[in-house]
């Protein structure tokens, strides 16, 4: 049984990582203190935990850039696991699964909007979620990185990915919806068939007069409850997990150059180490 | 030019029809306008004048083999045009000096400096000319109605899907590598069997070309604003006469526009197994105060029964409205001489933005819309 605390649970409410919690017989939520891995944010806390010797899920989008990532300690005896939530989403683990079946034959597109409230700044750790993904789908990291900010605020960022062999990706997050619910849209293109996971199709409707409300066929928490069925058994097992401290830096890195791009208003390329970016 | 009459019906000369029926058969679901006409340069290929005469027989009117003669003899208002694309404005400019109004088939020209004599043209002589677009589609009027009414405040982003489900003769990498390289007309000349031949002419055309008027139009229209710079990335992904030939069958462009507006289009001819119909094509625009998604294929009824064709879709669209808006839309400009819903000047600079995009997908540099 995996003892899990959580002291910092990011966007996610308490009561859903309870709730997944539930319905795994090997998982159960307890105080930190009697934990034997815990749920945080921010490095410092991560690698604290690791040197008690938890196990750490380190909240997504915590971590600012790729070099406060590379600080994240590991041990063989401990694992260090990114709660990265969108990589469990039912939806898109169906995507992955026959994308990594080749049944889509090799990826060509991938195309990602995501559209929340709020309206602050999008910040690259608000990127690294869906730079992941690519990052994952694709199976690489990305050759080009193309980007461009709007507004003042920055409350809008589009990025434009060209990965080896010729797949590319658009991604564009923008924090300024009106207050209400977020929009969420991934569709993945590859050379013998193709995926899409869209808001728009997963609707119901409400008649209540006026024009009609539309409803999102939500996916609860069984996104949740795959990433702890992850995460327990890369524990139980001892091995390591994915998405693991590389991915968060990988991704992080794909971010930095893309807040490089706008800057300089070119792409940039992946450099001869296979490590970093440059322009032209 | 204005024609004077709002009731007068305007005789046209199909001028050239080797692509698709689609224009011509359009320009007369609007009663003010009228085929008399089908005609072409003598000098043109067998399988050229074979189509032409194909479809003259179908509409039961002449074919003459001498443009500047089918005009003078039947008294013509209107060309509507649907050549080989590297003939397109060549024609057009013939016609608009003849003082004809031009309907044209897209895309508008292979090479900007041919959009550039259309452009000259029209002004010169005082002809009104039209680019077949699909701007009027039910999902895109509605798209426009939402945004004009400030529903979701000012728009600054926009995005498009524009898939085919379309395949295109053999999948890449399906040939044997001592196999020739397929021959691009070759290839087109075939594919009119299945209407997929958008791109028929010696020049190959990759996808951005055939079909990029039409999601550039959309943005164009909801937003606008000219696009400024593009960063494109380009591939042969799906079709060996795309590979062979080196022209894209999939893209994705990024659109710096005017006033800090953003665009985004990814287009490809994805395949006809990517798709249950033509394919996803759908619209996301992001205002200051709300967004908007909306898919191109709407209204539309769902059909299913046993032993269907595999490759029938199944969605139907319904409802559309478009051939008789165009050709409304275009009644209106003759007759007021105005530019109308997509002009030769708003052609032209999409076909600028479109050439932008193949440069910068074979330079990997953003390149700007000149």
């Known amino acids: 049984m995996l003892k899990l605390g959580l002291i910092d649970s990011g966007s996610t409410p308490e009561s859903d990582w309870q709730a997944a ?3 795994l017989a090997d998982v159960t939520i307890v105080d930190a203190d009697s934990a034997d891995a815990v749920l945080v944010a921010g490095v410092d806390r ?10 750490v899920l380190l909240v997504s989008g915590s971590v600012a850039d790729s070099a406060e990532a590379a600080r994240l300690e590991t041990r063989e005896s401990t694992v260090v696991m990114l709660a990265a939530t969108g990589r469990f989403q039912p939806s898109i683990q169906e995507v992955a699964a026959v994308n990594a079946a080749g049944t889509l034959g090799p990826p060509g597109l991938l195309r990602i909007h995501r559209w929340v409230t709020g309206g602050r700044q999008v910040a690259p750790a608000d990127l690294a979620d869906q730079l992941d993904l690519a990052n994952w789908l694709f199976g690489t990291l990305p050759e080009d990185v193309y980007a461009v900010r709007r507004g003042e605020t920055g409350s809008y960022l589009h990025v434009h990915l060209g990965f080896p062999g010729g797949g590319m990706t658009l991604i564009d997050v923008a924090t300024t919806l009106p207050d209400g619910e977020d929009y969420y849209c991934l569709s993945l293109i590859g050379g013998d068939g193709s995926a899409y996971v ?12 006026g024009h009609p409300e539309g409803v999102q066929a939500g996916e609860g928490v069984a996104g949740l409850v795959s990433l702890l069925q992850e995460f327990a058994a890369a524990v139980a097992g001892n091995r390591t997990v994915v998405p693991g401290p590389s991915d968060l830096v990988a991704a992080l890195k794909v971010a930095e150059a893309a807040g490089r791009s706008i800057e300089a208003g070119e792409p940039l390329r992946l450099d001869e180490t296979g490590d970093g970016y440059e322009l032209g | 030019m204005s024609s004077g009459d709002t009731q007068s019906v305007f005789r046209c000369a199909v001028v050239s029809v080797v692509k698709h029926a689609y224009v011509p058969n359009g320009v007369v679901k609007h009663p003010r306008f009228d085929l008399v006409v089908v005609c072409d340069d003598e000098d043109q290929p067998d399988w050229v004048h074979e189509r032409n005469q194909f479809y003259a027989d179908e509409r039961g009117i002449p074919y003459v083999r001498n443009i500047e003669q089918a005009i003078a003899e039947h008294d013509v208002q209107v060309a509507v045009i649907s050549s080989e694309a590297e003939r397109h404005c060549e024609l057009a400019v013939r016609c608009a000096e003849a003082g004809l109004h031009v309907v044209q088939d897209k895309p508008m020209s292979n090479r900007v400096s041919e959009c550039d004599r259309v452009v000259e043209a029209v002004a010169e002589h005082d002809v009104r000319f039209m680019m077949w677009n699909r701007n009027f589609l039910p ?11 400030g529903w979701i405040g000012r728009p600054y982003a926009f995005h498009v899907d524009f898939y085919f489900a379309k395949d295109s003769g053999p999948a890449r990498g399906s040939r044997g590598p001592d196999e020739p390289p397929i021959d691009w007309l070759e290839r ?16 190959p055309m990759g996808e951005l070309k055939i ?37 894209e069958d999939l893209a994705t462009v990024t659109l710096e526009m005017e006033d800090g507006v953003i665009g985004t289009l990814c287009i490809g001819r994805i395949g006809a197994a990517s798709h249950p119909d033509i394919g996803e094509i759908k619209l996301h625009v992001l205002g200051e105060a709300g967004g908007l998604v909306i898919s191109e294929a709407r209204p539309e009824v769902s059909v299913y029964y046993r032993n269907q064709p595999q490759f029938e879709f199944r969605g139907r669209r319904m409802a559309i409205d478009l051939d008789y808006q165009l050709m409304d839309d275009f009644a209106a400009a003759i007759d007021s001489g105005s530019g109308g819903i997509l002009d030769a000047a708003t052609s032209r600079d999409i076909a600028a933005t479109v050439q932008a995009a ?12 000149v």
């Open chain 2, 211 to 247: 079909e990029g008027i039409y999601p550039l139009a959309y943005i164009q229209y909801l937003s606008g604003s000219r696009v400024e710079r593009v960063y494109a990335r380009t591939t042969a992904h799906f079709h060996q006469a795309n590979f062979d030939n080196d022209v």
């Open chain 1, 46 to 55: 991560a690698n604290q935990a690791v040197a008690d010797g938890r196990h």
């Open chain 1, 198 to 209: 869209d808001d728009h199709h997963n609707m119901h409707l409400v008649y209540a007069g």
């Open chain 2, 188 to 203: 087109q000349i075939e594919a009119h069997a299945d209407g997929s031949d958008g791109g028929v002419g010696v020049d």
């Open chain 2, 139 to 149: 999902a895109l009027v509605e798209a426009k109605r939402v945004i004009d009414e």
């Open chain 2, 358 to 369: 193949v440069d910068s997908g074979k330079s990997g540099r953003v390149e700007a819309v």
């Open chain 1, 21 to 23: 919690a539930d319905r």
